[in-house]
């Protein structure tokens, strides 16, 4: 199948977004190497990571398949301007509390995108989406096991996790910014559109947060946190960068 | 003019090294083997895990145990093109996992829950009076139980659809 420069951008525009999501949280929870609360969590977490990033990998070799730099190029030489994610994945990872909310807000956006995706009329996206959902399964079935157990805990942790779900909800909502060719990719039947996937993204994570003993903010509140997906990010992107990329920059053509 | 069969025995001497029990082709990792006119062969894989670090390493060993066929060249690649579950590991190959310590993942015929993890059944004494205590183990396909029954920690290859 071939496609116009307008639909090939609309694509790329896409694989960007989600493919940096997971670079970057990918590497935030890699954070939590060596220091997780308890000795599972700790490994939890890691592999995660391992797998976030070997998905963005995935990912950033289509990209490359379409013409883009090299995945490590993509990944370590771009500055901030250029990274497409969302402001949720790109926060330090504070306490375990937020940490744990923003895993599981964050992995059943993706479950859900991949779902969507698997259906998708780009096939060299839809073989690798068929394949990363299956391993995302376990991503969320982590995340709501801890959410219910914190949820349904101590007083305590219940307070820190409504707490910490208050803090990042508007964050999370940013992860549905839409982008600029909404309309194209869903008229190519490539992806059906942030809208839709948000709405099904509620649907999913209410009854869970609800059976959890917790409260979704309520809808008056709901004041989502854009910008990422055009390239203006936080504070805290660029420091993230720097230090990703720190041993890869030193000397780029490096054989590892 | 070398054959397909030859090639999938041969590739039954390359394990995978996180499972030296376990072939590639058993595991199910091999998904394509073709042979042109010039006695040239090529051979797809497919990725267990997108994140799994062997991926390379595979590559190379499937490259170089070819290699020592009577091949005219060899050309190896990983892609999605059939995305790999856990019911593509053959009969011996859950034989495999079992000696190795690893319960074999259930068939699953694309429709996994949560509950094909809590009562695994032990591959030391065949109870399922056991527990799961973690999805994440000591690498990306395997979860961690505990047997109630022989008291033994154990792992499970985790199905994955």
């Known amino acids: ?256 | 003019m070398i054959t397909k069969e030859e090639i999938l025995t041969a590739l039954e001497d390359v394990k995978d090294p996180e499972i030296p029990t376990i072939s590639v082709v058993d595991l199910g990792i091999v998904t394509d083997v073709k042979i042109d006119e010039a006695n040239s062969v090529s051979v797809t894989l497919t990725p267990t895990f997108a994140g799994c670090p062997a991926l390379k390493i595979l590559e190379n060993l499937v490259k170089e145990r070819i290699s020592r066929l009577d091949v005219a060249s060899i050309n190896v690649k990983t892609t999605f093109d059939v995305p790999w579950n856990t019911d593509m590991i053959t009969e011996k190959g859950r034989k495999m996992l079992k000696k190795h310590g690893l319960a074999p993942p259930p068939m699953h015929k694309g429709i996994i829950q949560i509950e094909v993890l809590k009562y695994v059944k032990c591959p030391y004494c065949e109870s399922t009076n056991t527990e799961l205590k973690t999805p994440f183990g000591p690498t990306l396909c395997r979860s961690m139980h505990y047997c109630h029954n022989c008291l033994q920690a154990f792992e499970q290859f985790k199905p994955v659809g």
């Not at chain 1, 982008?179 to 209410?206: A, H």
Request: glycine residues 6%.
């Open chain 1, 1 to 256: 199948m071939s496609y116009t420069d307008t639909q090939l951008k609309a694509i790329k525009e896409l694989l960007f977004k989600i493919t940096d999501d997971q670079l970057i949280i990918g590497h935030r929870n890699s954070e939590w190497t060596g220091l997780g609360p308890i000795l599972e969590e700790d490994i939890a977490f890691s592999s995660i990571a391992q797998d976030k990033l070997g998905q963005s990998l995935a990912l950033y070799n289509l990209l490359h398949d379409l013409d883009e730099k090299t995945p490590d190029e993509l990944a370590f030489m771009r500055n901030e301007k250029e990274f497409k994610c969302c402001h949720l994945v790109e926060y330090p990872n504070g306490e375990y509390d937020f940490s744990l909310v923003r895993h599981f807000l964050f992995s059943h956006s993706e479950n859900l995108r991949f779902e969507l995706l698997a259906e998708s009329s780009f096939e060299p996206l839809t073989k690798i989406a068929k394949k990363l959902k299956g391993e995302i399964k376990y991503h969320v079935m982590h995340a709501d096991t801890w959410l219910k157990q914190l949820g349904g805990g101590t007083e305590e942790s219940n307070l820190r996790i409504q707490k910490a779900l208050n803090n990042s909800f508007n964050l999370a909502l940013g992860i549905f910014e839409p982008g600029d060719f909404e309309n194209e990719l869903s008229d190519m039947k490539v992806f059906e559109g942030e809208n839709v996937l948000q709405n099904r993204w509620i649907e999913i994570i209410k009854p869970i947060i609800e059976s959890s003993n917790l409260l979704l903010p309520d809808k008056s509140l709901w004041n989502p946190s854009y910008g990422g997906r055009k390239g203006h990010h936080t504070e805290h992107l660029q420091l993230l960068l720097n230090e990703m990329a720190e041993v890869f920059r030193i000397d780029p053509e490096a054989e590892w």
